[in-house]
């Protein structure tokens, strides 16, 4: 079975400074990781994704995510956080194992930059 | 170019109707995805295509929920006997492959809004 945790409902980030938007996972295998934003009544837009490889990965509008076996984590990160950045984050997980084509999807994080 | 499109954008039913909601995905993607978002609950998997596979209907809540997909392309959702818990948000997503070794991000549409009164 495969699951994906993410702990915090909101971040609340002051323009400018550097955010961080929390992911768990729970798989059998090794992970296929994802990341995706959402804005208001909009669909889903697909940030970043991690298969193998370097830990760190980047993505579109200057996000990165590094995955953390030990801690069975895919952290979502920015240096330098915008007013625009603030949507809803979901992270999403596919175990290798079992040949599901099928991502298992986190209840979201609403990130909130303020000016 | 063209991205995943669902119609309506907007739908209101009454209790005990009958609902059809479509998606178009992009050209070439061989594998679709029907989800449910309700507030605060995340996405819920509903169905699955890939090529001419049989569906993955594993995330179907109900036998009143059933989709299908014809030539490949268009898919439509459909909810008989409409509930008011079936209210929600209801995305569509496509994606290159299903084949294994590769690994293809979905690409979204804007995602059908029910209110069922």
């Known amino acids: 079975a495969q699951s994906v945790a993410q702990p915090e409902d909101q971040v609340n980030v002051a323009e400018g400074n550097p955010l961080t938007v929390k992911c768990t996972y729970s798989?059998?295998?090794?992970?296929?990781l994802f990341w995706y934003v959402q804005y208001p009544n909009r669909g889903l837009q697909f940030l970043l994704k991690y298969i193998t490889g370097d830990n760190l990965v980047k993505g579109s509008y200057g996000f990165e995510a590094e995955f953390n076996k030990s801690q069975t984590s895919f952290h979502l990160k920015k240096p330098s956080a915008l007013v625009s950045d603030s949507a809803l984050y979901f992270c999403?997980?596919?175990?290798?194992?079992?040949?599901?084509?099928?991502?298992?999807f986190g209840r979201g994080t609403s990130l909130i930059v303020h000016p | 170019g063209a991205g995943v499109s669902q119609s309506p954008s907007n739908k209101v039913t009454e209790k005990g109707k009958d609902v059809e909601l479509r998606c178009d995905p992009i050209s070439g993607h061989t594998a679709l995805y029907w989800y449910r978002q309700s507030l605060g609950q995340g996405l819920e998997f509903l169905i699955y295509?890939?090529?001419?596979?049989?569906?993955?209907k594993s995330g179907l809540p109900s036998d009143r929920f059933s989709a299908e997909r014809t030539g490949g392309s268009v898919s439509t959702l459909t909810i008989q006997r409409t509930q008011q818990e079936d209210s929600a948000v209801y995305l569509c997503?496509?994606?290159?492959?299903?084949?294994?070794?590769?690994?293809?991000?979905?690409?979204f549409g804007p995602g059908t809004r029910l209110t069922v009164t």
């Open positions: 999403a997980v596919r175990d290798r194992a079992g040949g599901s084509y099928i991502p298992t």
């Open positions: 295509f890939q090529g001419n596979s049989a569906p993955d």
């Open positions: 798989v059998s295998g090794n992970p296929y």
């Open positions: 997503a496509s994606s290159l492959g299903g084949t294994s070794g590769t690994v293809y991000e979905q690409y």
